[in-house]
């Protein structure tokens, strides 16, 4: 009889953990050859996506398979076992570095055009934006999300508290500011589709005039659709209204928004906090900026590339006009004090998932100038999420810094499948070409929705499946049954959207037994207050949010209590029966690779990848029906343990054990735990000999890994790496590799 083999496939993707991939794949392939699993990669990183995006562009060696709509197609299989690691989610100079080092390459990809100038330059913007934004994850999300920390990871958690947490100061200042009308959340409508249908977007202008924006999109029945819109006078207006209220408070500004998911809204908002702020700037130099194509939505870093355009004088002049806007402003959040880069600099600097959390841990403050931490006022335009922000900063002021020691484990069950909430990211985001109205109709002619707007003012538009949201109420009651803790639906009655989810959620529940359980729908506020709570008792809660909520979330409690959202674990049951496991999250990357770069140190801690590959290798056993597969799951999950219990994890500082150094002491771990089991006694027999040769050399291996650091590392490009300079780097003991290589 032929066992089944399993594929479990291991995307290839950017930054730090795909530097982490040399090292950690490799043997985890070689440990697993002739388990009856294969794992093999897909390349889905940015460099990858725009390769496969050009193929005319380039010659047949250097062309690639479309990797990304390959795996789109097999989330629709019961066989799909798929290990995604965190990917860049590019902005426009992002992709603009991407493309240039690829270039630079050989590679002729065109120029992103940031200034269409005629229908050629604007399909290509078409093309390039399959990888702007979070390209990849509403492809291969086609379930949704059960993400939480492995109960050993929360154990060592509690008993190792990381020290990252920083003291509340009495009086401290900081808070949450947020638009009071005209947002997103004030302008909400939404409204379920009872039948299949088409609906086209349409700008109608004060006479009359109707301006086709988006045709013919397909609904199905029983799907959530949302429009909204924000007033951009309005935006402007409270951004001002804060410049004046952190100088006088003498608190940093800085903004939080998400310019990398909401990767059409986002970075225009932040463009509109840029000219307010460099107000004086923009007033004398806004003609010269149009005239060198500045793009606000990219920031002051935008305006400082340009006019390197400008003859040597000007540009000087402009660069002294924006240190003089310093003088008359409030201290801004600084990214990179040593490097005078600040909030405002880049809008995919600062993301509110990653940035918030990092806010509370810090005791409510940010870096200054002075490489200080300082109070701030954290601007969050769009109260849709700001109040639960706002919420958990009064709660630290109140109650002062939590504990990671004693809190209790907040873990997300997040809708997220089939694009759902995908907010301000897509085709169906819009500004408002002039005064107007901008309406959703069905292909009776029946208007649907509609927002009153202004020039310049933003309209977005979310859909929601049927399919999804019942799903997310499966996942959600069979996630409390398994925990006991209670599932707290974070709904808002008061938003369109949250109302029609909330009408299906309680029609959803009926379908389950969900006797002996606490199941409730609050207010987000509420919910955090009650989250907040209970963590600090000891307590674990099951948060039961949105997308974007669950974005935010899953940063945020991570951060706190672990320390990094990397070792949190995210399990996604695809809805067609496969598996979708993805490994922590890759918002400090950039750093990790720069330390990398300058001393050859990398402090990229592969512990997401560690827990994702057990329940990946537990779906294999499904997936084949062999059960020797489940040996190997269960002892990973050992050598995890042992991982923790021995602190493994990466330092943060050069010369001391890193990446390298842990996914070594992973596998020698799994190779003693393999060779100590007694269910096969090939299995055991196999890996007796690699484990005693990783336990005999284990000084040596050390001393091999640790000589690689402490000075600069090429590996032959950034987003486009020298695979050979790379594998090198990443694999630098010969003794190891030699042990590796014999199996």
């Not at 949302?226 to 951009?232: G, L, Q």
């Not at 909330?502 to 207010?523: A, E, P």
């Not at 990848?609 to 499904?622: F, H, I, M």
Request: hydrophobic content about 40%; aromatic content about 6%; some cysteine.
């Amino acid at each position: 009889m032929t066992t089944k083999t399993a594929t479990i496939i291991w995307s290839e993707i950017d930054e730090a953990p795909a530097l982490a991939t040399y090292s950690l794949l490799p043997m985890v392939q070689k440990f697993l050859k002739g388990s009856g699993v294969n794992v093999e990669t897909r390349d889905i990183s940015l460099s990858g996506r725009i390769i496969a995006n050009f193929p005319e562009s380039l010659t047949k060696e250097q062309q690639i398979p479309d990797f990304l709509a390959q795996l789109g197609e097999l989330t629709q299989s019961p066989d799909a076992n798929i290990i995604k690691l965190p990917n860049v989610s590019a902005s426009i100079p992002q992709l603009q570095d991407a493309i240039k080092e690829l270039q630079e390459k050989g590679y002729k990809i065109p120029d992103y055009p940031e200034e269409p100038k005629n229908d050629a330059d604007k399909a290509l913007q078409v093309r390039f934006a399959k990888c702007l934004g979070s390209a990849v994850n509403p492809v291969l999300r086609e379930g949704n999300s059960d993400r939480r920390a492995a109960a050993s990871v929360k154990k060592f958690a509690q008993k190792n508290p990381h020290k990252m947490m920083q003291p509340w100061p009495e009086n401290s200042k900081t808070r949450v500011a947020h638009m009071t009308d005209n947002d997103f959340y004030a302008s909400e409508t939404s409204v379920t589709v009872p039948a299949a249908t088409k609906v086209t977007y349409e700008f109608v202008g004060k006479d009359g005039s109707v301006k086709v924006l988006k045709k013919d999109m397909p609904l199905q029945a029983g799907e959530v659709l949302d429009s909204s819109s924000i007033r951009i006078a309005a935006l402007r207006k409270f951004f001002a209204e804060q410049i004046e209220v952190a100088k006088k408070d003498g608190v940093l500004l800085s903004l939080h928004l998400k310019a990398t998911m909401m990767k059409i809204s986002d970075p225009y908002m932040f463009g509109q906090c840029v000219t307010v702020f460099y107000k004086d700037v923009f007033d004398k130099y806004g003609d010269v900026f149009k005239e060198i194509g500045v793009n606000i939505s990219n920031g002051l870093g935008d305006v400082y590339a340009k006019i390197k355009r400008l003859p040597e004088a000007k540009r000087a002049e402009i660069e002294a006009a924006i240190m003089d806007v310093y003088k008359t402003r409030p201290a801004l959040a600084m990214v990179d004090s040593r490097k005078g880069i600040t909030n405002l600099h880049t809008p995919n600097d600062v993301i509110i998932d990653a940035s918030m959390p990092v806010v509370v841990r810090d005791g409510g403050r940010m870096w200054n100038l002075e490489d200080k931490l300082q109070d701030t006022i954290a601007m969050i335009p769009d109260r849709c999420y700001a109040t639960i922000y706002k919420t958990i900063i009064e709660d630290c002021q109140k109650h002062g810094q939590f504990n990671p020691a004693t809190m209790g484990h907040t873990s997300n069950v997040g809708l997220m499948a089939q694009k759902a909430e995908e907010y301000g990211s897509h085709d169906k985001t819009f500004f408002a070409p002039a005064d107007g109205k901008i309406r959703v109709v069905d292909a009776s002619g029946k208007v649907l929705l509609e927002q009153t707007v202004e020039e310049g003012d933003v309209f977005r538009s979310c859909q929601t499946k049927d399919e999804p949201i019942r799903d997310w109420v499966k996942l959600a009651v069979s996630r409390a049954k398994a925990s006991g803790a209670p599932a707290i639906f974070w709904l808002d009655d008061r938003r369109g959207h949250d109302a029609q989810i909330i009408q299906k959620v309680n029609t959803y529940l009926k379908d389950h037994d969900t006797s002996g359980l606490d199941i409730r729908i609050m207010r987000p506020d509420d919910a955090m207050k009650l989250a907040c709570e209970r963590a600090r008792a000891g307590k674990d809660t099951i948060t039961c949010t949105g997308n974007a909520l669950r974005d935010y979330l899953t940063d945020l409690f991570p951060i706190i209590e672990l320390g990094t959202s990397a070792r949190m674990l995210s399990i996604v049951p695809l809805l067609k029966g496969g598996g979708l496991f993805e490994t922590g999250a890759g918002g400090s990357a950039p750093k990790h690779v720069e330390q990398f770069l300058k001393e050859g140190h990398l402090r990229w801690d592969s512990l997401g990848e560690y827990c994702a590959l057990v329940p990946s290798l537990e779906l294999a056993v499904k997936q084949t029906g062999n059960e020797k597969v489940q040996l190997f799951a269960d002892t990973l999950d050992e050598a995890v343990t042992k991982y923790l219990e021995n602190a493994k994890a990466p330092s943060r500082k050069v010369n001391e054990i890193d990446n390298r150094g842990s996914n070594f002491y992973l596998i020698m771990y799994w190779a003693q735990a393999l060779a100590a089991q007694t269910k096969d006694a090939e299995i055991a027999k196999r890996f007796a000999k690699v484990a005693a040769d990783m336990a005999a050399n284990e000084a040596k291996i050390n001393q091999e890994l640790l000589a690689a650091q402490g000075k600069p590392v090429d590996i032959g490009g950034y987003y486009r790496p020298d695979p050979v300079k790379t594998a090198k780097a990443m694999c630098p003991s010969a003794t190891l590799n030699a042990i590796i290589e014999a199996m």
